[in-house]
Every structure is written in structure tokens, then in C-alpha cells.
Nanobody
Framework: QVQLVESGGGLVQAGGSLRLSCAAS????????MGWYRQAPGEQRELVAI???????NYADSVKGRFTISRDNAKNTVYLQMNSLKPDDTAVYYC?????????WGQGTQVTVSS
């Protein structure tokens, strides 16, 4: 089992920045990848950014150049630095960990960007 605890969401004006954190505990040594997804009201959950165990990253086109995923292996924590935020970034952001064949999810953190 892997437990994920997110923090760092909130309300920010357009153009501002936020940093999300996701602390993993449990069987963290077997995690293949960690990432962030988001879900806006009435929309499907979508991938925002993901990093595999080798440090390879992948981003949604809509956030490239604005968001950066990183990790601190010593703290078993993954971060999402979000810059130049837009109202369209408003959503609940979920941390995800893959430990094949299992997927684990955090409880979600709300990010609201006002115009």
C-alpha cells in the first residue's frame, strides 16, 4: 500500500503561482511513477504532469512551460510548481502514484485561480 497526502492548494489571482506537495508513505520503494492530475467541475480527470522513477517527465500541453514537476527522494515527496496560473487551471488537483499494477490517489487539493 501507498498513502499520499497533498498540500499547497488555495486561491490565487491569475498570473500568480502555487506549489503543490505530495508526501508518499508506505511501500514507496516500489513506486514506478508519481504525478498530478486535475479535475474541473463537469470535466473528466486529466493528466497534468508525471515523473517516472528515472526522472523522465511528461506534461499536458496546456501546462508546458508554466508547470514543473519535481521530487525529493529523501522526503518521498513530489512537487508541482505552478506559475503563470490561469482561470482555466481551476480544479481539484490529485496526486497519483503507480506501483504496477496498482494506482494510488491522494484526497485532492483545490486550486482556484481568479481572473
Amino acid at each position: 500500500q501507498v498513502q499520499l497526502v497533498e498540500s499547497g492548494g488555495g486561491l490565487v489571482q491569475a498570473g500568480g503561482s502555487l506549489r503543490l506537495s505530495c508526501a508518499a508513505s508506505g511501500r514507496v520503494s516500489s513506486i514506478n511513477a508519481m504525478g498530478w492530475y486535475r479535475q474541473a467541475p463537469g470535466e473528466q480527470r486529466e493528466l497534468v504532469a508525471i515523473m517516472d522513477s528515472r526522472g523522465n517527465t511528461n506534461y499536458a500541453d496546456s501546462v508546458k512551460g508554466r508547470f514543473t514537476i519535481s521530487r525529493d527522494n529523501a522526503k518521498n515527496t513530489v512537487y508541482l510548481q505552478m506559475n503563470s496560473l490561469k482561470p482555466d487551471d481551476t480544479a481539484v488537483y490529485y496526486c497519483n502514484a503507480v506501483r504496477t499494477p496498482y494506482n494510488y490517489w491522494g484526497q485532492g487539493t483545490q486550486v482556484t485561480v481568479s481572473s
